[in-house]
């Protein structure tokens, strides 16, 4: 699917895209009318890695409230904007970062320089100091943690899914790992073992762990 080329029937490219993120719950696909024709148009994106002002203020503004036809210049006041053609150009720049416009009627696309970073800053690990690799620390925040990761492994195997502990205190999990790497077995027991957890709020990591007590990895056979 990487060489394939875009579709003319937006409906036909969002369910491409939903299914080529299948395992990206962290995916946003707006679609909204734009233009006098109200031309149909869809902005996909990660929500972890953009900047939701930008988007909101330089995109989805001036495109709703323009008279833009398609063969006039793409009246949005972001930065850089680049054309796509293939789905392969479409995910490198989905997970990189930016978000991608799409029209219905239209076989090429609008590469929209929308990057954003995690609100607070992240710091330097204080229990587990590295002397020679990067220092970055998580943060309070699962969507900005899961932005970091994205950041560094920018690749469609990089698979998230999203589970809930705690009979009252609905604790969010979001477990990721390379899918083409993963052991299936490791990984069905890692989520029988979650879904297993019965009490009333998980409030560490530290707690997790000990609800959880992997078994050896060596064990398993992929």
Same mark, same amino acid.
């Given at each position: 699917m990487?060489? &394939?080329?875009?579709? #003319?029937?937006? #409906?036909q490219?969002?369910?491409?895209?939903?299914?080529?993120?299948?395992?990206?719950? &962290?995916?946003v696909?707006? *679609?909204?009318?734009?233009? %006098?024709?109200?031309?149909?148009?869809?902005?996909?994106y990660?929500?972890?890695?953009t900047?939701?002002?930008?988007?909101?203020? +330089?995109?989805?503004?001036?495109?709703?409230? #323009?008279?833009?036809?398609?063969?006039?210049?793409? %009246? =949005?006041?972001?930065?850089?904007?680049?054309?796509? +053609?293939?789905?392969?150009?479409?995910?490198?720049?989905?997970?990189?970062?930016?978000?991608?416009?799409?029209?219905?009627?239209?076989?090429?696309?609008?590469?929209?320089? /929308?990057?954003?970073? %995690?609100?607070?800053?992240l710091?330097i690990?204080?229990?587990?100091?590295?002397?020679?690799?990067?220092?970055?620390?998580?943060?309070? /925040?699962?969507?900005?943690?899961?932005?970091?990761?994205r950041?560094?492994?920018p690749?469609?195997?990089?698979?998230?899914?999203?589970?809930?502990?705690?009979i009252?205190?609905?604790?969010k999990?979001?477990?990721?790992?390379?899918?083409?790497?993963?052991?299936?077995? =490791?990984?069905?027991?890692?989520?029988?073992?979650?879904?297993?957890?019965?009490?009333?709020?998980?409030?560490?990591?530290?707690?997790?762990?000990?609800?959880?007590?992997?078994?050896?990895?060596? *064990?398993?056979?992929?």
């Open positions: 990487e060489d &394939d080329v875009l579709d #003319s029937a937006l #409906s490219n969002t369910e491409n895209l939903q299914l080529l993120f299948s395992q990206a719950p &962290d995916l696909i707006r *679609r909204f009318p734009i233009g %006098p024709s109200k031309t149909e148009a869809a902005l996909m990660l929500s972890g890695l900047d939701k002002d930008a988007i909101h203020n +330089y995109v989805l503004k001036p495109l709703m409230h #323009s008279s833009f036809d398609s063969n006039k210049e793409l %009246p =949005v006041t972001i930065g850089k904007i680049e054309m796509v +053609y293939t789905w392969g150009q479409i995910e490198n720049a989905i997970l990189g970062g930016d978000s991608v416009l799409l029209l219905n009627g239209q076989i090429t696309g609008y590469q929209l320089d /929308t990057k954003g970073w %995690p609100q607070r800053q710091t690990p204080q229990n587990e100091i590295s002397l020679k690799g990067a220092n970055q620390g998580f943060v309070e /925040t699962g969507s900005q943690n899961i932005a970091l990761i950041r560094y492994i690749h469609q195997e990089l698979i998230l899914k999203e589970m809930t502990v705690g009252r205190g609905k604790t999990l979001s477990l990721l790992y390379l899918g083409d790497v993963a052991s299936k077995e =490791v990984l069905r027991e890692l989520e029988t073992r979650i879904q297993n957890i019965t009490v009333d709020a998980v409030i560490n990591t530290g707690e997790l762990i000990e609800f959880i007590k992997i078994i050896p990895i060596h *064990r398993f056979r992929k």
